[in-house]
């Protein structure tokens, strides 16, 4: 036994599914919905209001236009973007365990969450999609971690959704700066051209669903789609865990 299957068996010991909420840690039961407690779950803010036309995220309540205020000063290459909830503190704290505490099972309940929002757009929206892709994680750095967390909520939803799933379907040629701190355009400049697609046969003439775990400016979504569009692709879809709020852009 390799010493990253014995870190995957104490932490299964550890974090048993339904016994700790994945955001406070706090000792739950079966009953919670998505392995939360009652108080994580209401402090996070869900995608059930007004969302931007574009990109899916939280639209703020001094909007009063369909689109964000990102999407007015940025093009995207995606068609249309969805995500579950903002991006404030509850879903830092899970998204950060999830990438930096080895907890790929969080990535699995995100899947299901995916999955819930899914079925929801669908009503809203009628959309379909053929194939399912997550954003891909440059190898070296995914096998340092032990996995790809897209990946891992990409095949959970794809499991329950019942869709076309292809986990290499897009391949991060190198590694980058972190982008946190980068300005859009920065941040774009540093994805430019660092993604191909693994196989055009599969991806052309197809509608594509990328997955993610977080949506800021777009830059790393718009590297996937314009890679797949290249390709082929139809259409290109976004679907995220949380997406930062939506802000106006201080003079």
């Not at 897009?170 to 941040?187: C, S, Y």
Request: net charge neutral; with cysteine; charged share 25%.
């Amino acid at each position: 036994m390799n010493f990253r299957m014995l870190t995957r068996e104490i932490l299964d010991l550890l974090y048993p599914e339904s016994l700790y909420c994945i955001c406070c840690g706090k000792i739950i039961d079966a009953t919670r919905n998505y392995r939360l407690c009652n108080e994580c779950m209401e402090e996070i803010r869900w995608a059930k209001g007004r969302t931007c036309r574009k990109c899916g995220k939280i639209l703020s309540d001094n909007n009063p236009l369909d689109i964000c205020y990102s999407c007015r000063e940025h093009a995207h290459a995606f068609d249309m973007g969805f995500t579950t909830c903002e991006y404030g503190r509850n879903p830092r704290s899970i998204v950060f365990a999830m990438k930096y505490h080895g907890r790929a099972d969080i990535a699995k309940t995100l899947g299901e969450i995916l999955h819930d929002r899914m079925e929801a757009v669908r009503q809203e929206t009628g959309l379909v999609y053929d194939v399912v892709i997550p954003v891909p994680m440059y190898l070296p750095k995914q096998k340092g971690r032990g996995y790809n967390q897209a990946e891992v909520m990409a095949r959970r939803f794809s499991q329950l959704e019942g869709a076309m799933y292809l986990p290499e379907g897009l391949i991060r040629g190198k590694n980058t700066v972190p982008l946190k701190g980068l300005a859009p355009d920065e941040r774009r400049g540093a994805i430019a051209g660092i993604m191909s697609v693994g196989d055009s046969e599969m991806v052309r003439g197809k509608d594509i669903l990328l997955i993610d775990d977080i949506y800021t400016t777009g830059a790393t979504v718009d590297g996937a789609s314009e890679a797949l569009l290249e390709a082929g692709a139809e259409r290109v879809y976004v679907l995220t865990f949380a997406a930062g709020a939506d802000v106006i852009k201080s003079e």
